[in-house]
């Protein structure tokens, strides 16, 4: 009896409709969260990349109303190295800024006969596509002087260097850099200096708007109902095909 009412539920047009309603609606549930899962908008890594955020601007090692030098972790989100400084500037006298109210200068002061040495730590997904993008420019004339940046990977036994940026000293205006590298699972560092140093105050390179983003991947988790939901959607389509008139 079960079987001879659902063969007639399924030649009537009401019970095609509302199922076909039905389907409609778990397709659209499926690419609904195909879409989130697949297509998320890019997740911003760094802290602070544009060094925009300064509570301890004037209370460096050395300042003036237009820059100060930083030690330690004094810039949030980053870590200057033991024995060097980071100088940032502002606009206020002049220096040069490339966006905003903060920039780095790379001389460091020359502290310690040191120039800047900084970097951020950040988690990593392995297999995960990621996007380190950053602005730089010369301001005095120092040719001799290289900027260095680079992307590594710090694990005992499978670390390495993921990527690296040697860019020499020019006075061409700002540089837009954009270049991306694949993460390991494990913690990676960026770190940005003046490579070779000078160790003196040379005023070389100004950094700033760093910027490491991921584009979202699924989650193992999901896998599963993509799949559950994509064959719905196709044995719904077959099914509907076969009952049209």
């Known amino acids: 009896m079960r079987r001879v009412r659902t063969e007639i539920c399924l030649t009537n047009r009401y019970c095609v409709a509302k199922f076909t309603a039905m389907l409609r609606r778990w397709f659209s549930a499926s690419l609904l ?3 989130t899962t697949l297509l998320a908008p890019a997740q911003t890594i760094l802290v602070n990349g544009g060094f925009e955020s300064q509570p301890n601007f004037g209370a460096g090692l050395s300042n003036d109303a237009g820059y100060s030098a930083l030690t330690g972790s004094q810039i949030p989100g980053w870590t200057i190295e033991p024995g060097h400084a980071v100088t940032v500037h502002n606009p206020s006298l002049s220096y040069p ?6 920039s780095v200068n790379l001389d460091g002061e ?11 730590d950040f988690a990593s997904t392995a297999g995960a596509t990621y996007t380190l993008a950053f602005d730089w420019q010369g301001w005095y004339t120092t040719p001799t002087l290289e900027l260095k940046v680079t992307v590594i990977d710090f694990d005992p036994l499978t670390g390495s260097t993921l990527f690296t940026g040697i860019y020499l000293h020019d006075l061409a205006g700002v540089h837009h850099v954009t270049t991306t ?16 140093e000078s160790g003196v105050n040379d005023n070389g390179f100004i ?11 699924p989650e193992p988790a999901t896998y599963p109902a993509l799949c559950a939901l994509s064959a719905l959607a196709v044995a719904g389509w077959r099914w509907r095909r076969r009952v049209a008139p």
Do not use: C, K, M, P
């Open 181 to 196: 590298f694949t993460g390991t699972g494990n913690s990676l560092r960026l770190r940005v200096e003046e490579n070779v």
């Open 33 to 35: 969260l195909v879409a």
């Open 97 to 102: 800024v490339i966006t905003g109210g903060y």
């Open 207 to 217: 950094v700033d708007n760093f910027d490491v983003t991921l584009t979202a991947i």
């Open 110 to 120: 020359g502290h310690n006969a040191h120039n800047g040495n900084l970097y951020q």
